[in-house]
């Protein structure tokens, strides 16, 4: 069983990412999917969360501008950063259990993670 989280870089304020996390050895579609991310110094925080039936919840200071979403015959999910900070600079990662918990030590496997720096 494995997470396999992609797509971070660096970008401008303004700019957009889009991060991949791939599974190997299970399938997405029977898990949510939380997007977390640490930023130096911080605690690791959910970002967003796509459940098992694809309702989605967002973090304030993400709303409007990250969405997540599912592609089950890819056995991945994605999450569209648009519009981005200089503040959601972090490592991000993703991480599956059956529930959208917002704590993220509830789930189950985790992705390494994919570093998304933002300069203004």
């Known amino acids: 069983v494995q997470l396999q989280a992609s797509g971070g870089g660096s970008v401008q304020t303004g700019g957009s990412l889009r991060l991949s996390c791939a599974a190997s050895?299970?399938?997405?579609?029977?898990?949510?999917i939380g997007w977390f991310r640490q930023a130096p110094g911080k605690e690791r925080a959910r970002v967003s969360c796509?459940?098992?039936?694809?309702?989605?919840y967002y973090a304030d200071s993400v709303k409007g501008r990250f969405t997540t979403s599912r592609d089950n015959a890819k056995n991945t999910v994605y999450l569209q950063m648009n519009s981005l900070k200089p503040e959601d600079t972090a490592v991000y990662y993703c991480?599956?259990?059956?529930?959208?918990?917002?704590?993220?030590?509830?789930?189950?496997?985790w992705g390494q993670g994919t570093l998304v720096t933002v300069s203004s």
């Open positions: 991480a599956a259990d059956p529930l959208c918990y917002s704590d993220y030590a509830q789930y189950e496997y």
């Open positions: 050895g299970f399938t997405l579609d029977d898990y949510a």
């Open positions: 796509i459940s098992s039936s694809d309702a989605t």
